[in-house]
């Protein structure tokens, strides 16, 4: 049994839920309280995908214009992306084109997954299946409805990155 | 010379780790074990990419440094565990010497933590702006289904005038009811019923609105419409009249359909009511001719008051019904039905 490494990130605009995501994932817990991230966090997971290991280099990086056109350097290696959107703010849906764009600038082959995430927020939400659906459909990308604070999908979502070959749907 | 890194950039508090081609560390400083949490490892043998998991990915622009091709390159603010396990940051830079790949490290936990607040608070400020766009957004859609447009835009535009009072003014009232809608509808499911009263009070308002009114209120199976308010409009009693015109035509085929009056007039117009809840409408002596005037008109008649006559002129044609003593007033009034009526909308 091999073990491969693979890098990837998670990008969107500020507090939509990044950091949780990768909290959920790597530590299977949840915290509430919005703490900005700055500049870039690594976190390592190991995860099976058939007879391999994948050891998922998860690079957690700050949202908003701290990331976008500055820091794509960081982008380098990535060979896959969690571009994230806060289902209960539409202004974070329009950004999905800007992170999608500078990745496939870096990577053109680059496995992104769009995932709309706070979908445990019912009563907030403001960006429908359709709209995420027809990002996902102009940007090539799978799309994925994500709750950090339940879990919902998110193992799926990371799975699907760290997977060897396009299984998405399956 | 390594010696000389070691006092040159330990003085500035900058660790440092030297690797070989295959970028295992060879030389280690002896600030790194405060900047970097390993325990119980030795750096010395590791692979960069393991003491600095920030570096996986990025072997090719190593590679670069390396053979000189680039002068080097940072990883700004990477948050690490230091030691003693509280969150640090660390700047990573890279370039290439003599004896190897340099990597020096620098404490910036001061600076990002500093950076970390300010950025706390622009985001949240900016998250709470986005909400406040929400809910404005939603409390104008829920504005605009109690409130005409017209007079919802001048109320935000002018909060101010969002009180009860108001102004002496000439409308043109029309008052529209469903004749016999009740004995229509009374063996209907109730949700049936209702479906079948909006649908036609929706007609009703659409042509009250098609024609620069403005709903005033739903009475039961009536409707009331206002025109040259709040926005000014010269030709009111033309567009009132062909409003009411436009509505019976609409419905001239159904089984239930409206009986409408018209009447111009002085009346006060502004906002009735307390400060807490408050009606922009029409009150006055116009507004409750308009309405008699109503009342007396059969299914699929438009009847319209003298002074409505009056400004429509030539252009519309009309049968006198006499002067007639509406009910509750002393005074009589002649009333016209109105036949036909020059269709242009201006």
Known sequence: MGVIQKK????????????????????????????????????????????????????????????????????????????????????????????????RGINREARIVFAGNKVDLVAERQISDSQLQAVGDELGGPVIYTSAKTGDNVEEAFFYLAQKELVWGD | MSDLYERVLGK????????????????????????????????????????????????????????????????EKVARAGVGGGLGYVTLGVEKVAEGLLVMIRDVTKEGTLEQRITQQRNELGVLAQELAIAKEKLNRLLHQYVPAEVARKMLANPEAARPGGARQEVTVLFADLRNFTRWAEHMEPTVMMKALNKKLSVAVEIIQAHGGILDKFMGDAVMGLFNAPEADAEHALHGAQAALALVRAMRDDEVTFSVGVNTGEAFLGNLGTEAMMNYTAVGDAVNQAKRIQEMALQGYVYIGEETQKLLGERAVVKSLGTLRLRGREQTTEVYELIDIEERIE
Not at chain 1, 48 to 54: T, W
Not at chain 2, 18 to 26: L, P, T, V, Y
């Open chain 2, 12 to 75: 500035q508090g900058v660790g440092f780790v030297i690797c070989d081609e295959g970028w295992a560390i060879e030389r280690v400083s002896s600030e790194v074990g405060q900047l970097v949490d390993v325990v119980g490892e030795s750096i010395e043998g590791m692979v960069l990419t393991d003491l600095f998991p920030e570096m996986f990915g990025l072997e090719g622009v190593l590679a670069e440094v390396w053979r000189g091709e680039r002068a080097g390159f940072a990883i």
């Open chain 1, 8 to 103: 990837v990130c998670l990008l969107g605009d500020f507090s939509v839920g990044k950091t949780s995501l990768i909290r959920r994932f790597v530590e299977g817990s949840f915290d509430d309280s919005y703490i900005s991230t700055i500049g870039v966090k690594v976190s390592r997971k190991r995860v099976v995908d058939g007879g391999d290991e994948v050891n998922l280099m998860i690079w957690d990086l700050a949202g908003g214009d701290d990331f976008r056109g500055a820091q794509s350097g960081y982008l380098l290696g990535t060979v896959g992306a969690l571009i994230v959107c806060d289902l209960t703010r539409p202004d974070t849906l329009g950004a999905l084109w800007d992170y999608s764009e500078q990745l």
